[in-house]
């Protein structure tokens, strides 16, 4: 029978539940919708975490799929056998299913549009089917209810997704070291020679000082695993057993070893190269080699590839030959990550975006400019209009001011034109003397 942590790593979910499976007779059992309480899981490191695992949480409270799902085996459930279960699941389990769909719809259309907007603003060209490839893990062409094959999507999305997981950190990791080598190269550029040969000399100690360290045992193998029983257990490593070892460590006692608690058996080795507190020592490097180990257990162990090791799997592994004599393991700077070629390629790259980002500065400069060069003329402009509106208010002014009088005389008021006409009008008056 399978616990539910079963199904979550069925799907390449390192998460886990805490109750056991039971047997539910679903003709009498209807679980209210006030318990629809999803519980909280580890996080899978996929974009679409938080949706699969409340999709998956709600459908193990419904009895009937929770039933099918402890029938089915794992690879039926790859095919999408187990997602026709969905139509006879329970109507307010489908309701909220239909809700975490919009929900994840909406989510996925905002981050979109702000990846859209933040690429126009920058320039860049937008990838329409890297954006698409957001929505793979479910249907968008009908965004409100949660359909059968919204679950078949899901399902394969997340096992071929977190499939390619460990590939895609191996790649950022290698991405990492190059990153790292063709700075330490163009700090070196900006040195003079005896800065220089200083500053090599440096890194020639930090290599040596960081591979002096002592034996590191094989991952998995007895001598691994006795050191753990010894110094993180405190128990005798001549009462090795490899039984009440794997009981020990199956931390959440399904019955399985998953990646986390295997990662966690390493934790010892990894602290005989790593040290946070001296400068030779990477912790992205360690965490490389904590998953490396990892890789090289399930590898050898996990004989089913269900991304578990069960007790069985784990006890005919310490039967092997290679359980008792292994050959020596070989840590990260005995195997180099990346090549002299795939490191020119690499600057060459970065050379290619430093230029394109130039380019890029230089056009964005271009435009600054213009556009300075718009807003003076819209300033002169703005000046001129405001001058003209000046002088057009004085104007107005000086018109609506009323007109100077004309001086009036005693008797008669003179106008324009008649100066003879009055003056000989005077003269015909009579003198009084």
Not at 100 to 125: C, P, S, Y
Not at 245 to 256: A, E, R, S, V
Request: charged share 40%.
């Amino acid at each position: 029978m399978w616990g539910p942590s079963h199904f979550f790593l069925i799907l390449c979910l390192w998460a886990c539940l805490d109750a056991l499976p039971v047997a539910v007779n679903k003709t009498k059992v209807s679980p209210p919708v006030e318990e629809l309480e999803p519980p909280k899981s580890a996080d899978t490191g996929l974009h679409y975490d938080r949706y699969l695992r409340e999709v998956i949480d709600f459908l193990e409270k419904d009895p009937h799929f929770r039933e099918k799902l402890h029938n089915t085996d794992m690879e039926d459930i790859k095919q999408g056998k187990l997602a026709k279960e969905l139509d006879f699941v329970s109507h307010h389990v489908r309701t909220k299913l239909d809700e975490l769909k919009r929900q994840e719809v909406n989510r996925l259309r905002t981050l979109i549009k702000l990846k859209q907007d933040a690429n126009g603003e920058k320039g860049m060209t937008v990838d329409h089917q890297a954006l698409l490839k957001q929505f793979e893990h479910l249907n968008n062409m009908n965004p409100h209810t949660f359909e059968v094959e919204d679950l078949d999507r899901l399902i394969k999305s997340a096992t071929n997704d977190l499939d390619n997981f460990d590939k895609e950190r191996h790649e950022d990791f290698k991405k990492y070291e190059m990153a790292k080598e063709h700075d330490r190269k163009e700090h070196l550029k900006t040195l003079d020679e005896d800065a220089r040969k200083k500053e090599e000399e440096h890194f020639e100690e930090l290599k040596k000082k960081h591979a002096d360290h002592a034996k590191i045992n094989h991952p998995g193998s007895q001598d691994q695993l006795k050191e753990v029983w010894e110094e993180a257990d405190g128990l005798d490593p001549n009462d090795f057993d490899p039984k009440t070892f794997f009981k020990l460590h199956d931390t959440n006692g399904d019955g399985y070893f998953d990646e986390q608690e295997l990662e966690a058996l390493f934790t010892k080795e990894l602290e005989k190269v790593y040290d946070p507190t001296h400068e030779e020592d990477d912790m992205m490097e360690m965490e490389e080699e904590r998953l490396r180990m990892r890789e090289h257990v399930m590898n050898e162990v996990d004989t089913n590839k269900d991304r578990l090791v069960s007790l069985d799997e784990f006890i005919t592994a310490t039967n092997r030959k290679e359980f008792l004599e292994p050959d020596g393991w070989e840590t990260l700077e005995q195997n180099p990550i990346y090549t002299e070629e795939e490191l020119r390629e690499f600057e060459e790259h970065l050379a290619r975006e430093e230029q394109d980002l130039n380019l890029k500065t230089n056009d964005l400069m271009k435009q600054r400019e213009e556009l300075e060069r718009q807003q003076e003329q819209l300033n002169a402009q703005k000046m001129e209009l405001q001058r003209a509106v000046e002088h057009m208010e004085r104007s107005k002014t000086q018109k609506t001011e009323p007109p100077v009088q004309s001086k009036v005389f005693s008797a008669v008021e003179i106008l324009p034109g008649d100066s003879q006409r009055s003056q000989g009008h005077q003269q015909g008056l009579p003198t009084h003397s």
